[in-house]
């Protein structure tokens, strides 16, 4: 009885955490013109890739579709944060491609970021980033596992 109140509780938390980060990022990011979409999607392809990854790689990194990365990429384009630009080997795919502006960008945001990033993860120790780390990977495999059966 206790895991399934454990299951329940993680499940609700999960979003709620996830709304409520969505919400206060979300408006430090409006002085930058940014969303959370578009910050996450400039923040995956920087730690994710060495090289300018497709639409196709991003949207599995980010757990997204490619429609919705589309999407979100020409709305970055737009404001000059990143370009999409066709594959020398292959028209039919769409790379994307960083601009300075993030450079710019982070220099502006770092501290801001930094300091967003402290109190949220204010009094929780190592062992329990190290134990909840693990089990957001447990559960990001069992989500991929999940989709290869709907797929």
Request: proline share 1%; glycine share 2%.
């Amino acid at each position: 009885m206790d895991s399934m109140i454990d299951d329940k509780f993680i499940f609700g938390s999960v979003l709620i955490v996830s709304n409520q980060m969505d919400t206060l990022l979300g408006r430090e990011l409006q002085e930058h013109d940014l969303t959370t979409k578009q910050w996450l999607l400039i923040i995956v392809i920087e730690n994710s890739f060495d090289h300018d990854p497709s639409i196709k790689e991003v949207a599995k990194a980010m757990g997204s579709s490619h429609q919705n990365v589309k999407q979100v990429a020409l709305k970055l384009e737009k404001k000059g944060f990143l370009l999409l630009e066709k594959d020398k080997n292959d028209a039919r795919v769409l790379r994307i491609k960083l601009t300075d502006r993030i450079n710019v960008f982070a220099k502006e945001s770092q501290l801001k970021a930094e300091n967003f990033t402290r109190k949220l993860f204010k009094n929780i120790s190592k062992e329990e980033m190290t134990a909840t780390r693990s089990l957001l990977e447990k559960m990001l495999f069992n989500l991929a596992e999940m989709e290869k059966e709907i797929n």
